[in-house]
């Protein structure tokens, strides 16, 4: 009997001792969080808060410009974009009201230093997002050397590869959507050439023939329309049909056409005008 008496302290000593322990570890956590709570209050934490939503606040403005402001080349050459902003035609790309740009051809008929100037109207309600980037080319000067380097009478004339094939691959990469054809490809009509849904990049043709309507099928949306100069237009030089290579005018630019193909008109200048100015 004695011994079972001892066993059953024994019994009673061990659940106390656990018990205990138990309330020793349940009042150091306790402790363990209020500390915790009194350094998070603390003057180290918030600033260390603070310097970390300043970086958030930063990486967001950062990705902001990325988006919103195409980068201008450094000096050394090297850089995502090799823009060449001018600020009055940038001035004149954001605003809305301001739809008329002119382009001077240089070459016509094959002659060199025989110029004229063309004005195109752009229509935002036919495509905007044409109109954008039409715009976007032109304040960066992007349509300066550029080459018709595609001309077949009584179809189109093709031309927006630029000169500098650095430049020429930094627009490459920068394909935007289609727009809904809401017109026809009349003559006159200025159109992004397009090798697929949402390809457009920076080539463009200007519609010289009469019987164009059926590209409206084939999804390309004209974004403006000669309203004067037509005549110069009908004057870009043909003789060489499709002959120039795409391939190697996007890796050698102006060196190879200018080579190969001396006689092809050119874009001397394009710039915002008002219309005013017409």
Not at 51 to 73: C, G, M
Request: with cysteine; aromatic share 10%.
């Amino acid at each position: 009997m004695a011994g079972k008496g001892i066993k059953g302290n024994d019994g009673k000593a061990a659940r106390l001792s656990l018990t205990t322990q138990i309330f020793s570890i349940f009042v150091m956590a306790v402790v363990a969080v209020a500390a915790i709570k009194t350094l998070g209050s603390g003057k180290w934490h918030s600033k260390a808060a603070a310097h970390e939503e300043h970086q958030l606040t930063n990486l967001k403005i950062r990705e902001i410009v990325k988006d919103d402001s195409p980068p201008v080349a450094d000096k050394s050459g090297s850089s995502e974009f090799l823009h060449v902003f001018n600020p009055i035609a940038v001035l004149h790309q954001d605003d809305p009201n301001n739809n008329f740009i002119e382009i001077t051809f240089s070459n016509l008929d094959g002659v060199d230093g025989s110029t004229g100037a063309v004005v195109v109207k752009l229509i935002p309600e036919w495509a905007p997002l044409g109109v954008e980037r039409f715009k976007e080319l032109t304040a960066a000067s992007f349509w300066e050397g550029c080459r018709a380097f595609r001309v077949i009478p009584n179809f189109v004339v093709q031309l927006g590869i630029n000169g500098d094939p650095a430049v020429q691959k930094t627009w490459r990469s920068q394909s935007f959507k289609d727009d809904p054809v809401k017109t026809t490809n009349a003559r006159g009509t200025v159109t992004f050439a397009t090798s697929g849904k949402d390809t457009r990049t920076t080539q463009i043709f200007f519609n010289i023939g009469k019987s164009n309507a059926y590209l409206d099928k084939q999804g390309f949306s004209p974004f403006g329309e000669v309203i004067k100069g037509m005549d110069v237009i009908d004057r870009i030089y043909s003789e060489y049909r499709e002959k120039p290579n795409q391939g190697l005018i996007q890796n050698k630019g102006n060196s190879y056409l200018e080579k190969e193909f001396p006689k092809l008109s050119f874009i001397k200048s394009a710039r915002f005008v008002t219309e005013a100015d017409i």
